[in-house]
């Protein structure tokens, strides 16, 4: 399975920003999915889980309901709605699939390339 992601960019605190990961490989849709992110020199750090069925989700206690994972099993798509965006979501945004649901990066060997997302005035 090879991730694409996409939808990050700049924006001013409070703003909302989209990210998307697509795949053409119809596995993707029996594999859990995460977001992890990474600022600079620090590790890497869950931010969200949606399960393979759907019927499950988890955040990071940093994200407090500003966030919103989803799939779309037909186009083969993970999504994550970021809300009301501050300063210390600044980072590189990271979509994972995996068979095992956890909130450990190493758990998941499928990675997007990432996408920056950047908060600022």
């Known amino acids: 399975v090879q991730l694409v992601e996409s939808g990050g960019g700049l924006v001013q605190p409070g703003g909302s920003l989209r990210l998307s990961c697509t795949t053409s490989?119809?596995?993707?849709?029996?594999?859990?999915m995460a977001w992890f992110r990474q600022a600079p020199g620090k590790e890497r750090e869950f931010v969200a889980f949606y399960s393979g069925t759907g019927g499950y989700q988890e955040y990071a206690d940093f994200v407090e309901g500003r966030f919103a994972a989803s799939r779309n099993w037909v186009e083969n798509a993970a999504y994550l709605q970021m809300n009301n965006l501050k300063p210390e979501d600044t980072a590189v945004y990271y979509c994972?699939?995996?068979?095992?649901?956890?909130?450990?990066?190493?758990?998941?060997?499928?990675w997007g390339q990432g996408t920056q997302v950047s908060v600022s005035s």
């Open positions: 490989d119809r596995a993707f849709s029996n594999l859990h």
């Open positions: 994972a699939a995996g068979s095992f649901a956890s909130k450990r990066p190493d758990r998941y060997p499928t």
